[in-house]
């Protein structure tokens, strides 16, 4: 949606100081900058390593049934706000930086490798000034 629009970044990072300050506003506005500040992380699957109990133990297996379904949703939620930010940060950089970030696995993973490429450019620029 428009309100939430990031101009796209420049190919040789001449507007990065504004369009990194944009995204994380549009990111902190839709709940999402914790997923480029590495603040968040992935749901942990309670289940692993534990033997499935069986349904005769009826307390025991609605327990487990009930965190299979709550890690089951914090799991995709999860995914969806990685797509999410992964997504915005794609559709607002160039080509030839896409092709650098698209096999990054996590959204922060995407950050970090746009803010190495972008904050020794603009660290360069401003020695120049």
């Not at 949606?1 to 001449?14: N, R």
């Not at 379904?69 to 995914?79: N, V």
């Not at 970030?101 to 120049?128: G, L, N, P, R, Y």
């Amino acid at each position: 949606d428009e309100f939430f629009k990031v101009p796209k970044l420049l190919a040789d990072g001449g507007n990065w100081v504004t369009y990194r300050n944009q995204l994380r506003w549009a990111l902190t506005a839709r709940g999402l900058l914790k997923h480029i500040d590495n603040v968040t992380s992935k749901p942990v699957d309670p289940n692993t390593g534990i033997s499935t109990p069986s349904p005769s133990d009826a307390t025991t297996y609605n327990t487990r049934l009930a965190m299979d379904i709550a890690y089951e949703a914090r799991a995709q939620k999860y995914e969806m706000a990685e797509a999410t930010v992964k997504q915005s940060i794609a559709s607002s950089v160039p080509d030839s930086i896409f092709n650098r970030i698209k096999t990054k696995k996590t959204a922060k993973d995407v950050w970090d490798a746009i803010t190495e490429i972008f904050e020794s450019c603009s660290t360069m620029v401003a020695i120049d000034l």
